[in-house]
Nanobody, 123 residues
């Protein structure tokens, strides 16, 4: 059974940084694309960033491009999201997800999800 556990969220001032981690277990980690999504109160879940199994390909949403960076360490079965220059509009619950398909930005193609970690950015 695939399990994803996020950590690293918290409260930070605007302009600050956080690094989220997602520890995966239950299958061969390096074989599958991973992604981060976020959901703010009253809004739909939205794509943030994705990375292929071998880390050869990454995608970042336009809203975070240049500020956030997704990466992975297959030896540690962990995917990361480095978030710099944080803005109040980045406040959301951040979810880690894994897909059985190739790298994609589409929420519906991710079958496995973590429980989420809260990120709050104060102005």
């Amino acid at each position: 059974q695939v399990q994803l556990v996020e950590s690293g969220g918290g409260l930070v001032q605007a302009g600050g940084s956080l690094r989220l981690s997602c520890a995966a277990s239950g299958r061969t980690f390096s074989g599958y694309a991973m992604a981060w999504f976020r959901q703010a109160p009253g809004k739909e879940r939205e794509f943030v960033a994705a990375i292929s199994g071998s880390a050869d390909y990454t995608y970042h949403a336009d809203s975070v491009k240049g500020r956030f960076t997704i990466s992975r360490d297959n030896a540690k079965n962990t995917v990361y999201l480095q978030m710099n220059s944080l803005k109040p509009e980045d406040t959301a619950v951040y979810y880690c997800a894994s897909t059985d398909r190739s790298i994609t930005t589409m929420t519906g193609r991710y079958a496995y999800w973590g429980q989420g970690t809260q990120v709050t950015v104060s102005s």
